[in-house]
């Protein structure tokens, strides 16, 4: 080992294993004593837990601005990022290391994304006859990981950047751009001063017969090759001023770490930047002009657990790829890589039900290794094992293929950062929550079934409420497959994202643990000006439900004021429901609704005392709207099962029914629920519905009333045969403009029934409309003999005898 410094600059592909792989090899080769990695700067002191128990990419470094956490930066790494492997060998080795681009600070304040703006490989990858970035580098790096490739592909972006380079020397700092310095400069073509277009870069990186020739076995050789071959001319690049200004910080950096007494100086950087660093670094002046005037601000900077899927392009990261799942796996299976591949997609396949056996595995197999050869390639990529999936095991089906993509080509997978991760007390709290009620934050959604007859079950249901008040959807409530059990049972889908590390920072602010930061949220909700008591209502629901006992007698309060103050008898209506269904909650739960119930006793007499004049003028949109609040707080009182307050809304729903002045849709829904309830018999129903199709009503309303009644309760028509001869009687005797302008109407009312209610009423009508035949169904005898056969059934069921 030489005693003058020596300094390498590894250009690495972003989350790419074979990459990661080589770098891997060629720091254990160059063996430095010093590591340089693409990161922001001000990062160094959380490198001491890349070695920490607990610590599992994939994973990402959060900075954000503490006063206003939404503003905030992520550099994710995963177990197969070339930065990642840097950083566990250094830790590994005792090797120090330090991150060497903006510090977040900077990069905050300017309020620009970290990473790159131009992706180099897309352009190599069309000068190798590649249409897509990712198949050409899957191509010429992953299958063949090589120590010594590096030079190369340093090589190659020196010649994509030259044409640009000659712009980037002559750039002098401006005073406009500094103090902008989230403006891009980008030059225009006659501004470039750049060579001819003869003179223009050429370069050819395609992975062919031409270039893959027996004996060129590693990715170097074969890179080294093309790019001396079949030039093919590409146009200038452009490098903008945030490239620029990260570079210098770069070498800035280098700079620091050298005269420090660094002797074998490894930095780990983009391929992009790499010519850039490269070779005699130039002198600081010039990069500290460019770096002068910068903003700042101030950050706070952590570990926090990230996703595969949150690495993939699709998600919009600007350093994404295509196939993290696929990357991993490629990394982490060394042996067989492509049998073990195959044998994951059939699990996948067969966790869908769908037919794969092991034969289709080996076909798989064989046809992916031929492809691969006929490619004159050393190893099936991704390309040839898709191609392969697709023939064999989904016989051509773009369905079956999709979940594949979207289950192991992607993947999911979400990292776990060391319990002393520096972090804020809401986020601390939570953790030792999910510890407490053994849950535990996963990427994949999967369905979460709680019985609130078990203590721990509505804890975990009162986590789940206060995160949503705290609007950090971990989970989403969501109907069960599973047999309900009344308000016993909540089901939820729970899904973890690594964005909501933000949303627990800017939640902070409201508490230091979850239950006094939803307390203190959902009181600054409510006392909001604009508040309806249908708001208020829905935050006291929210409340009881969380157990949030230091906000529910301030929501309360808020809750009598507002409605003693709203005269609006349609907001009272809306906040009627959802007050009894949290005295039910309540109930279940064993919260004190008193004072609750005192607040709905009251909301219900002013909504009774209210109906009349509420009832009175409305138009048909607004009398449909009015209907379904009817229902809603019909259904609501029935299920309180309270007789003072269900004989209140009796009473007003009477008045309503007796009432010649209001909408037909209202007046037969009033009708409709009394007779639901015992009020009026079939009878006098009958009489009603006779007298609403009388000459002296509209054919309008006439069927504005038989919709409030009949609607969403077809079986009265196939029970009740009478009502069904009215109706019928009535339809035929309508004249052609008649039926026209009410079919519109009708067609919504019997379109809303069941198929089986219509097809029964169908038969009913085409029977004539009389009841079905049978002994004694004439005068209302019962048939002993039949009954008996059914008895003892049924006790036969029971296991009783009779």
Known sequence: MSGDPQTRVFGIRHHGPGSARSLRLALEAFQPDTILIEGPADADPLVGYVAAEGMAPPVALLAYVPDAPAKAAFWPYAVFSPEWQALRYAAEHGVPVRFCDLPATMVLAAEEEPGDRFDPLTELAAAGGYDDAERWWDAVVESAPDATAFE?????????????????????????????????????????????????????????????????????????????????????????????????????????????????????????????????????????????????????????????????????????????????????????????WLTKVAGVLRAHDLPVSSAHIIEAVRLADALAAMRDRPLAGLSEVTEATRAVMCAGDETMLRLVVNELVVGEALGTVPEGTPTVPLDADLRARIRTLRM????????????????????????????????????????????????????????WRPEYAISIIEASRWGTTIRTAAEAKILDTASRADSTVGDLAAALEVALLADLGGATDGLITRLASAAALDHDITHLLAALPGLIRTLRYGDVRGTDTKALAHVADGLLVRVCAGLPGAVTGLDTDAATELRTMLDASHTAINTRDDGWATGEWLGALGKLADRDDVHGVLVGRAVRLLCDAGIIDE???????????????????KAAWVDGFLSGRGLLLVHDRELLRLIDDWLRALREDQFVETLPLLRRTFGAFESGERRAIGQAVRDGGAAPTGTGADDGSFDVARGTIALRAAAEILGVSV
Request: proline residues 5%.
């Open 152 to 340: 190369a592909i340093t090589e190659a972006m020196g010649a994509l950047r030259e044409g640009a380079e000659q712009v980037s020397t002559e750039l002098e700092p401006n005073t406009a751009m500094l103090d902008d310095p989230a403006a891009a400069v980008e030059l225009d073509a006659d501004e470039q001063d750049s060579p001819p277009r003869s003179a223009q870069p050429t370069i050819d990186l395609r992975p062919d017969d031409d270039k893959c020739e027996a004996g060129t076995n590693s990715v170097a050789e074969a890179t080294a090759d093309v790019i001396e071959l079949e030039p093919i001319r590409l146009e200038p690049v452009r490098i903008d001023a945030h490239t620029l200004r990260r570079e210098a910080y770069m070498r800035q950096t280098m700079r620091k770490a050298l005269k420090d007494g660094a002797v074998r100086l490894a930095v780990v950087c983009g391929a992009w930047h790499a010519p850039a660093l490269a070779g005699k670094l130039g002198t600081a002046a010039a990069d500290t002009r460019l770096l002068k005037g910068l903003p700042k601000t101030k950050a706070t900077l952590t570990w926090v657990p990230w996703t595969h899927s949150r690495l993939s392009t699709i998600s919009g990261y600007g350093a994404g790829i295509t196939s993290p799942g696929w990357y991993h796996h490629l990394f982490t299976e060394t042996e067989r890589p492509i049998v073990r």
């Open 440 to 495: 535990k934050q996963e990427a994949l959604s999967r369905i979460l079934d709680l019985d609130l007859r078990k203590e721990r079950e509505v804890e975990r249901s009162r986590l789940l409420h206060r995160l949503r008040v705290l609007d950090i959807p971990w989970g989403t409530l969501t109907t069960s497959e599973v047999r309900s059990t009344g308000t016993f049972r909540e089901t939820w889908t729970l899904e």
């Open 683 to 701: 009878i006098d129903s009958a009489r009603r519905l006779s007298a609403a199709l009388s000459v002296g009503n509209t054919a309008a309303a």
